[in-house]
């Protein structure tokens, strides 16, 4: 049963890593060229927006409520109905994100202003800066929308390795604008909101060959009255409403760290990028591989295939996530110092950006599971339960920050940006709970024997690692004032000592590599 899935999610692993390093390569050059202050923090929020509406749209509802509609044009269909398919969406989806784009653009002094009031109650060239640089970034969206959705098409006729490759375009056009141009330039904000425009384009460019190869690129055609454009559409108002919950989310977090010390949403950002690396590379890879399947498995009415990879699926997670969330818990410092800690990014922006990875640490396997667990209410065409799901955790992380980590900054709390970090993390967690509670009360996931030995194999050789990892961490100003050479020769063979230890208790606790590819471990 996961044979194929594990060479699925492989391959697309090695593509999505690949991704996640130039988008650390991306993040330290862009770290080097703007540092940390009002300009950086500008460009951050200009470049949140559209990748906040881009999750909304494209990654969130979108990409969940088509890849079950053309995989059930696939199975049940001949290739005309799908192109048709294809050709509808992408021209209504096209159009609709065209428009909105154009609207953003428009508004953008009033859509700044949504996610840092802060900055429009005292006006300044900060909040100038984010505006003019939002004009650049905010088309992006209906870009990376298009991108995605030939992606999942790509996704339901088993080509995972392109879809995933694309980011690293961005991640390219990015580390030229920001080494060849941005470091030359007067406004080099600007410069780099400029490279996420070019960016979005080429993505979208770097796939069309693909689809075209599947004799499914087609004229886009306005057709929102087609069945299956109808059903997407059907699909997606309750999906976008979900995926909202974690966007209303993150436009909380950027108010609130807007409202902090000059740099908070800096921290935030680049600590953040840091836990995205483990998370896509590992289970954001895997939502995408097991989408396809689960909706396969549904639409045949195979149960226990369905419920099989749901279970294989969350052991994959629990085996990969738990150890690197055991990482940047207790190497935290070295890891800000390695990527960030150069030229205008200064030894306390290590320390502070470190604290917030700490913080999102304990909050990486919630992401995780979320991220696993969602296909499998989806490939149900179930988007209702997720949505009251998430809106219960944005709820329960909304009161945090606003009962807890507001007043506490107001009080003098020392690093509050920690406690938004801590109050998204709780949100995961909750989150993670009710989806998986209500998976195994419908019957549609039911473990199979051998969880609570797993568990404990995972949980002794991440102490083991992390006890070892925390020592080698030693005094973080030490990391800031080593040589480069040497943060990444240390560094690199610290994390890479720390992974043969996690794996050698593994083993030597009875774990074997036949235990992925079996329902049972």
């Known amino acids: 049963m996961s044979r194929p899935l594990l060479k699925h999610t492989t391959t697309t692993g090695f593509a999505t890593l690949l991704s996640r390093i130039t988008g650390l390569l991306r993040d330290s050059f862009i770290a080097q060229a703007i540092g940390v202050g009002a300009v950086s923090d500008a460009f951050l929020v200009a470049f949140k927006i559209p990748n906040f509406l881009r999750r909304l749209f494209a990654e969130g509802a979108f990409s969940q409520s088509f890849v079950p509609v053309i995989s059930e044009y696939k199975t049940q269909r001949g290739q005309a109905d799908v192109r048709e398919l294809v050709a509808g969406?992408?021209?209504?989806?096209?159009?609709?994100?065209?428009?909105?784009?154009?609207?953003?653009?428009?508004?953008?002094?009033?859509?700044?202003?949504l996610f840092a009031v802060q900055w429009g109650v005292t006006g300044g060239s900060q909040f100038d800066m984010a505006v003019q640089m939002l004009r650049w970034t905010f088309p992006y969206l209906f870009f990376v929308s298009l991108t995605a959705l030939f992606g999942g098409v790509l996704n339901s006729y088993g080509s995972f390795f392109i879809p995933a490759f694309t980011q690293v375009i961005m991640n390219l056009v990015m580390i030229v604008a920001a080494v060849v141009f941005a470091t030359h330039s007067q406004n080099p904000g600007l410069v780099l909101a400029i490279g996420v425009f070019v960016s979005g384009l080429l993505q979208l460019l770097f796939q069309l060959p693909a689809v075209a190869r599947l004799g499914l690129l087609a004229l886009p055609r306005w057709r929102p009255a087609l069945e299956g454009v109808r059903r997407v559409a059907k699909l997606m108002v309750p999906g976008i409403v979900g995926s909202s919950m974690a966007q209303i989310s993150l436009l909380l977090d950027t108010q609130i760290a807007t409202a902090l010390a000059t740099g908070s949403v800096s921290w935030l950002y680049y600590a953040d990028r840091l836990m995205e690396f483990p998370l896509g590379v590992f289970s954001i890879a895997l939502a995408t591989v097991i989408l396809p399947g689960l909706s396969a498995h549904h639409a045949s009415k195979s149960a226990a295939q369905f419920s099989g990879t749901l279970d294989w699926a969350l052991r994959l997670v629990l085996l990969l996530a738990s150890p690197a969330a055991v990482g940047m818990l207790c190497f935290a410092a070295p890891m800000t110092a390695m990527i960030f800690g150069y030229r205008q990014f200064s030894p306390d922006d290590v320390l502070m950006t470190s604290y917030a990875l700490m913080a999102y640490s304990w909050g990486l396997l919630g992401f995780s599971f979320v991220k696993v667990l969602v296909p499998g209410y989806y490939a149900r065409q179930n988007t209702r339960r997720p949505v009251r799901i998430a809106m219960t955790a944005l709820g329960i992380t909304m009161g945090i920050n606003l009962l807890i980590v507001l007043p506490a900054a107001k009080l003098?709390?020392?690093?509050?940006?920690?406690?938004?970090?801590?109050?998204?993390?709780?949100?995961?967690?909750?989150?993670?709970?009710?989806?998986?509670?209500?998976?195994?009360?419908?019957?549609?996931?039911?473990?199979?024997?051998?969880?609570?030995?797993?568990?404990?194999?995972?949980?002794?050789?991440?102490?083991?690692?992390?006890?070892?990892?925390?020592?080698?961490?030693?005094?973080?100003?030490?990391?800031?004032?080593?040589?480069?050479?040497?943060?990444?020769v240390r560094g690199g063979g610290y994390i890479l000592l720390g992974a043969i230890v996690y794996f050698a208790v593994l083993f030597a606790s009875g774990m074997r590599y036949r235990h992925l590819r079996s329902a049972a471990i």
């Open 412 to 488: 003098g709390f020392p690093n509050p940006h920690m406690l938004v970090a801590t109050a998204t993390c709780i949100g995961a967690a909750i989150n993670t709970l009710l989806l998986w509670r209500g998976l195994t009360r419908e019957g549609v996931l039911v473990h199979s024997p051998g969880w609570t030995a797993f568990i404990l194999r995972v949980l002794l050789a991440n102490l083991l690692m992390g006890a070892m990892l925390w020592w080698l961490a030693g005094d973080a100003a030490h990391w800031v004032t080593m040589p480069f050479v040497e943060r990444i």
């Open 89 to 113: 969406v992408s021209g209504t989806l096209g159009g609709v994100l065209f428009l909105v784009s154009l609207v953003g653009v428009i508004a953008a002094p009033l859509i700044i202003y």
